[in-house]
């Protein structure tokens, strides 16, 4: 852990941001109870916020029992769709004359 004040090596970009007094005073308390520097606190916290978010776009937790649903249907020999073959033999207006 880094001192209070000082820049860890490798840390080269900066980042700005604004925040009202109460804001700052809950960060700042925050980052006290938890030993660490007011930017390592704020650096920790929205990059676990930030890898949350990207692997909710990724990951999908679901049961066993949908899991399972899931690959019937992946496994089940493929119907018939008249709306896709529809489509699919329709000129697409940017190939239209």
Excluded: Y
């Excluded at 980052?31 to 999908?60: M, N, P």
């Excluded at 049961?63 to 489509?87: C, H, I, K, R, W």
Aim: overall charge negative; aromatic content about 4%; glycine content about 6%.
């Amino acid at each position: 852990m880094a001192a209070i004040g000082t820049s860890p090596p490798g840390r080269s970009a900066r980042l700005g941001l604004r925040a009202t007094p109460d804001q700052e005073a809950v960060l700042r308390r925050a980052a006290e109870v938890s030993h660490k520097s007011l930017t390592d606190f704020i650096l920790d916290t929205a990059c676990l916020a930030a890898e949350q978010t990207l692997l909710d776009q990724r990951l999908f937790m679901v049961s066993g029992s949908q899991a399972q649903a899931l690959m019937d249907l992946l496994e089940s020999p493929e119907q018939v769709n008249q709306g896709l073959q529809d489509l699919f033999t329709r000129q697409a207006p940017w190939d239209a004359p």
